[in-house]
């Protein structure tokens, strides 16, 4: 509600651009006239040019985005010509002379003297809305670089259409008062071309950031490459709604801390405000949680065409949020896949949200990538900017709803577990939506590597966050030194669960970077398996690593991503399994050293 007044107003202060100008004598020309032959046609001529050219930009760099990667390559080039139409006001006469000149054709053509007619005056409208989209202000500005950059919605016309309101609204008032609106917008004018120079090199310099890669701290956090993303993240916190900035492991699940009512216990779940408990289904053992969220608001959609509720009205749902270097999404995978394929003909749709972690997930080619290398072939809505997420209150990573054919949330887990009661609600579900032939039996998915079930009787580490804004029980002397390179030790022991660096690092919010040669990290911990999350440096050049355990190669108990003696190599951001004992579990000290700089290091995670 708060971004549609804000849309109306922008319309409304968008008359003092300079180049409506032009046109305001025919408009004022108008004034005394019968509003219903003059004046409303006028306005309905001006709204509907205005919505069809605002909306084709909106749709025209919706579809560039549809190119992947080159397509957000393409859209940031949009955007930065139009930061620097609002930067250099001659450069935005020149390219939008076309339109102003097709505007002031239609003004002459519909004649100052004209008669009253309804359809000179809605050719006075149109004339307007030609003139005023090209030059239109910082507000619709925002609008048309978050429909580009992820797609035209619902919300991004009903941000449109508050803007065209606010623009009538305005020429309403000076249709009213004629000149002496005119009169005071003249002197106004200059303070209006500062705003707009102003926004334009704040785009400018947006776009230079993404364009370099420099992708992590705050910039990281509103959005890999959107303007737009950094409205949503300022309304989301003027409104009480932020996206996840930190979590902590419960019960097999990522929790993220810091979203408002979040309940500790992991017991209750609300989506969209009012996704309560409610009384049991007469015929079911499942009760009615509430209706399916929106499904709308992903920046992509990979493996399908983007999906809404409603088109999921007679299929069984289930939605399962995950990031691709998250270790609990990762194990419970093998049990989504199976679902998906067992069930895909008698009716289940499973539908991942993959909402990003770290700033390197939210890159839609890493997140292709990785579903390739898992086996993924169900849809997956990309939520970089959290509005799936949001929509479902969720909390948790991997978190799953099943929904029934009505739409209806019946289950919800959070976590790892829970398997086969799980499955059975898929089982219930379908059957509640007429297939017969549903039987009893379950799968057995054990998985593989990473997606192996942790043994969490024996996890006796935490997840442990290598940046500064998480990091805890970092103790090399004179800790951690935020966002510049330093060289740091590693004390002679450690405590359990203690760790450190060694060598030359730049520790920055959400990672450590080696910035020279003969880097390390010791940890000393408790668990069977010890993973990393690693990422090489900006030129994407491998990074050679070695592990040992106790200062001794691991040998048998090396991990996937490891040599027996120890040798690896990071060759892209994902998580790396480093280590699986095989025998007793005990206390370690592990050490990694990395003989290359420009390595990343995120999180440690244990299984």
Request: with cysteine; net charge neutral; proline share 5%.
């Amino acid at each position: 509600m708060l971004l549609i007044i804000l849309a109306y107003l922008g319309g409304v202060l968008t008359i003092v651009s300079p180049c409506i100008l032009p046109v305001l004598p025919f408009v004022f020309a108008r004034t005394g006239q019968p509003f219903v032959r003059s004046g409303l046609p006028l306005l309905v001529g001006m709204a509907v040019t205005f919505a069809l050219v605002a909306t084709l930009a909106a749709v025209g760099g919706g579809w560039v985005v549809q190119l992947n990667q080159y397509g957000r390559g393409l859209a940031l080039i949009f955007v930065a010509l139009f930061g620097l139409t609002l930067l250099l006001p001659k450069l935005a006469e020149r390219l939008t002379r076309p339109l102003v000149a097709a505007g002031s054709r239609l003004s002459e053509n519909a004649g100052v003297d004209a008669r009253p007619s309804p359809w000179a005056s809605f050719m006075i409208g149109v004339a307007t809305g030609l003139l005023w989209a090209p030059c239109a202000g910082p507000i619709l500005g925002l609008v048309l670089t978050g429909a580009a950059l992820q797609g035209a919605s619902v919300g991004t016309t009903l941000l449109l259409l508050a803007y065209a309101a606010g623009a009538a609204t305005s020429l309403a008032l000076a249709l009213l008062l004629g000149g002496k609106v005119f009169t005071a917008m003249k002197r106004s004018l200059g303070a209006g071309e500062w705003i707009r120079r102003g926004l334009g090199a704040a785009m400018l310099a947006g776009v230079a950031a993404i364009a370099l890669g420099l992708d992590t701290g705050i910039l990281a956090r509103v959005s890999t490459a959107s303007t737009g993303g950094l409205e949503q993240s300022l309304v989301g916190r003027l409104t009480g709604h932020t996206q996840p900035d930190s979590n902590v492991m419960q019960g097999g699940a990522m929790m993220a801390q810091n979203i408002p009512g979040r309940d500790e216990g992991g017991a209750s779940m609300q989506a969209s405000g009012a996704m309560m408990m409610a009384a049991k289904n007469a015929t079911s053992s499942l009760p009615i949680e509430g209706q399916l969220p929106s499904l709308e608001g992903a920046v992509q959609w990979l493996n399908s065409a983007p999906l809404t509720a409603e088109q999921l009205k007679g299929k069984v749902v289930l939605v399962d949020f995950w990031t691709y270097s998250c270790i609990n999404c990762l194990r419970t995978l093998p049990y989504v896949k199976a679902w998906a394929d067992k069930y895909r003909d008698q009716g289940l749709v499973v539908i991942g949200v993959h909402a990003p972690e770290f700033a390197f997930e939210r890159d839609v080619k890493n997140v292709t990538k990785a579903m390739a290398d898992l086996g993924i072939h169900y849809p997956v809505a990309i939520d970089n900017d959290y509005k799936i997420w949001r929509a479902f209150n969720n909390q948790y990573w991997p978190a799953h709803y099943f929904a029934d054919a009505k739409g209806q949330i019946r289950y919800h887990h959070f976590g790892e577990g829970a398997y086969d009661e799980s499955e059975r609600v898929i089982q219930e579900l379908l059957r509640e939506a007429g297939n017969n032939q549903i039987t009893t039996d379950l799968i057995d998915a054990n998985g593989n590597g990473v997606q192996q079930a942790a043994d969490m009787g024996e996890v006796k580490s935490p997840e442990t966050y290598l940046g500064f804004e998480r990091a805890e029980n970092f103790v090399s002397p004179g800790g951690a030194k935020a966002d510049r390179a330093a060289r740091y030790s590693t004390p002679d022991t450690l405590a359990l669960n203690h760790w450190g660096l060694d060598g030359q690092w730049s520790i920055g919010a959400e990672r450590a970077s080696l910035t020279a040669p003969k880097g390390k990290i010791v940890y000393r911990f408790h668990a069977r398996d010890l993973h990393l999350v690693l990422g090489p440096g900006s030129d994407g050049k491998p990074v050679r690593f070695n592990v040992m355990i106790d200062g001794q190669m691991p040998g048998a108990s090396h991990g996937s991503d490891v040599a027996p003696d120890g040798s690896g190599t990071v060759t892209e951001q994902r998580l790396y399994q480093l280590v699986r004992q095989s025998g007793d579990v005990a206390d370690h000290t592990f050490t990694i050293e990395f003989s290359d700089p420009g390595v990343s290091a995120y999180a440690f995670t244990f299984g």
